[in-house]
């Protein structure tokens, strides 16, 4: 009897390998294509923002000790003077709040109420796990037709796509206050595969989390807060900390 040869097959598994990874890799550079053509205008100016209903600033990290990071804080500074300039009427934060050791839209809420935003103009999105939730939810829950999202210029594209998608019609406020080194390098790589997941959300039709209704257009922002966290909850639960961006 002959014996099989393994070696014989490495030509038809290499060529499936080679095949899987370009189909992979055509499948990334098409999304990336996509979502940066689709993607609307956007500028470093708030002057040069057009008037809109609302901002709307995603989540991005909370330290472990209370503090926002450092691309966070720039959203919620960029989001404070676009108010203060009388360019959006209400601001909508929205991030991770899954559970109480961890809240990012209490985070830049109390951030910009410290700054000198009117309390009822804050509203806070609880459920904002992803970019994609955040947009859902500001359309379905809050009621957001126009707005002005401000994130980082890499996270640009992706945001508006799919503010876009959930049927916003949207302007960008970019919060590149800074270089970002390392970090807005990772982060830029990074999104080149999470474009490719928001393709697949609009794609399928991803469900966000559901919940009353809170319209931003008539209703007071301190509605949408969350209670208090409870007692001994650690500092990124729902910092009292200083804001780093405020006046004196």
């Known amino acids: 009897m002959r014996s099989m040869n393994p070696f014989r097959r490495w030509p038809r598994l290499t060529k499936a390998v080679l095949s899987s990874g370009l189909a992979l890799v055509v499948l990334v550079a098409a999304a990336n294509v996509f979502v940066l053509a689709k993607a609307g205008n956007s500028t470093a100016e708030v ?29 919620v500074e960029q989001a404070s003077r676009l108010w203060h300039a009388g360019k959006v009427e209400k601001i909508l934060v929205s991030g991770d709040h899954g559970q109480w050791v961890y809240d990012e839209p209490d985070t830049m809420r109390k951030a910009l109420v410290a700054d000198g935003v009117a309390p009822r103009d804050v509203f806070e999105d609880h459920a904002g796990f992803d970019t994609w939730a955040t947009m859902v939810r500001a359309r379905k829950i809050f009621g957001v037709r126009d707005a002005v999202v401000i994130t980082q210029g890499f996270h640009m594209p992706r945001a508006l ?24 390098r990772k982060s830029s790589v990074r999104e080149v595969l999470s474009r490719v997941k928001a393709v697949a959300d609009v794609t399928l039709n991803t469900t966000a989390m ?33 804001c780093r961006f405020c006046g004196p």
């Open 47 to 75: 002057s040069a923002v057009p008037p809109a209903e609302v901002a709307i600033v995603p989540g991005a990290l909370v330290e472990p000790d209370g503090d926002m990071s450092a691309m966070l804080a720039a959203r």
């Open 210 to 242: 559901a919940g009353p209704k809170i319209p931003i257009a008539t209703t007071d922002g301190r509605e949408s807060w969350g209670p208090a966290p409870p007692e001994g909850t650690p500092p990124a639960g729902s910092p009292d900390g200083t």
């Open 161 to 184: 796509y799919l503010a876009d998608e959930a049927g916003i019609d949207a302007t960008g406020l970019t919060a590149d206050l800074q270089s970002w080194g390392a970090q807005g």
